[in-house]
C-alpha cells in the first residue's frame, strides 16, 4: 500500500434527537467531504465520539463511510480498544468493510499498567496479526498516557506500524520521532494548531479536528508549504490558531459540532452525556469563522 499522506479529518458522528446513529446524515457528510481536498477521513476517531460507540456501529460507520467516499481517497479506521483481544477483532472486522488504516490509541483505563513494556507488547502483537498497516495514535490529553518517543521508534521498526497521530502536541517529542523513526514511517500532525511545524521537521499530514470545518483550508496550508510559498502558509496557520482552539481545548466536541453547522455540513447533537454548544458558544464560534474569512454573513 502507499504511504499516506495529506490532510485527513476526523469525522463527526451524526445522531438523532432519539441519540441514535443516524447513517443517512452521516453519509451525506462523507460525501460532503469525499468532494473536498482532503485526503481522505478518519472514522472513529476521538472527534467521532468513538468510545461511545458500539462494536457493531463502529463496523457499519466505517462501512458506509467506505462506500460513500470516492475512490481515490482514504479511509483509516479507529479500532483502539482496551483489551487486545477486542483491538484485533475490530481492526479486522473494519478492515473486511474497507479500512486502509487502523489508527490505534493506547489502552488507558488501567493506567498505572500501561507502561512502556505492556504498550510495546500489545502494539507488535496487533500488527503482527492486523491484515492492515497499524497508525498509533498518541492522544496523552484524552486518554491520560503519552507514548513516548523511544517507544515509537522501536515500534517503527515494525514492517506493519507505518506511523503515529501524535495529538499530545509537544513539538519536541515529535521532533524526536522524525529524527530516529525508520524510513518511511509517516508522522501527523493531530491537531490544526501545530501542522505547519509538523511538516517543516518532515511530517506527512495532519488529522486534525478543525479540517471537519474548514477541510481546504487546512490542506491548502500543506499546499502552500510544498509549494515552497511558507509565507502563506505560516500566515494561514497562524490564522487558524482561534478557530482549531475553538473546536478543541476551549468548546469540545459540542463546539465543533456546531462550528460544522455553521459553515453547512452536518454536526448536530453530539452523543450524551455530552452535551452540545450553548446559544452562547454558538455565537462566539461564529465571530471566529467570520474572522477567518468563513463566514460572509
Do not use: W
Not at 487502523?102 to 507488547?121: F, I, Q, S
Not at 513516548?148 to 495529538?167: A, E, F, Q
Not at 499546499?223 to 497562524?238: F, I, S
Not at 453547522?261 to 452536518?266: A, C, E, M, S, T
Amino acid at each position: 500500500m502507499s504511504s499516506v499522506r495529506g490532510i485527513f479529518a476526523p469525522i463527526a458522528t451524526a445522531f438523532n434527537a432519539a441519540g441514535d446513529v443516524d447513517y443517512e446524515v452521516y453519509a451525506e457528510n462523507v460525501r460532503a467531504f469525499g468532494a473536498t481536498k482532503l485526503a481522505g477521513l478518519v472514522i472513529l476517531g476521538s472527534n467521532g465520539e468513538f468510545t461511545l460507540l458500539s462494536h457493531e456501529e463502529k463496523v457499519k460507520l466505517v462501512e458506509v463511510a467506505k462506500k460513500n467516499l470516492p475512490a481515490g481517497k482514504r479511509v483509516i479506521a479507529g479500532t483502539g480498544c482496551e483489551s487486545l483481544k477486542e483491538t484485533v477483532e475490530l481492526t479486522k472486522e473494519c478492515a473486511d468493510v474497507g479500512a486502509e488504516v487502523a489508527l490505534v490509541v493506547t489502552p488507558n483505563y488501567y493506567k498505572r499498567d500501561m507502561n512502556e513494556g505492556a504498550l510495546e507488547k500489545f502494539y507488535t502483537m496487533l500488527a503482527d496479526v492486523s491484515p492492515i498497516p497499524v497508525m498509533i495514535y498518541n492522544m496523552p490529553g484524552n486518554a491520560g498516557i503519552n507514548v513516548p518517543s523511544s517507544l515509537t521508534v522501536k515500534l517503527s521498526n515494525h514492517p506493519n506500524i507505518t506511523g503515529i497521530k501524535d495529538s499530545g502536541g509537544n513539538i519536541v517529542q515529535i521532533s524526536e520521532v522524525l529524527a530516529r523513526a525508520s524510513k518511511g514511517f509517516s508522522v501527523f500532525a493531530g491537531s490544526g494548531s501545530y501542522l505547519l511545524a509538523t511538516l517543516m521537521l518532515g511530517g506527512v499530514g495532519g488529522t486534525l479536528a478543525v479540517a471537519n470545518v474548514v477541510p481546504n483550508y487546512c490542506a491548502e496550508i500543506q499546499e502552500y508549504y510544498e509549494k515552497g510559498d511558507l509565507a502563506t502558509a505560516r500566515k494561514m496557520q497562524l490564522a487558524l490558531l482561534p478557530l482549531n482552539a475553538a473546536v478543541t481545548s476551549r468548546f469540545g466536541i459540542g463546539g465543533m459540532k456546531a462550528a460544522m453547522d455553521l459553515v453547512g455540513y452536518k454536526g448536530g447533537l453530539p452523543r450524551l452525556p455530552i452535551l452540545p454548544a450553548p446559544d452562547d458558544t454558538r455565537k462566539e464560534i461564529g465571530r471566529i469563522l467570520k474572522e477567518l474569512g468563513v463566514l460572509t454573513v
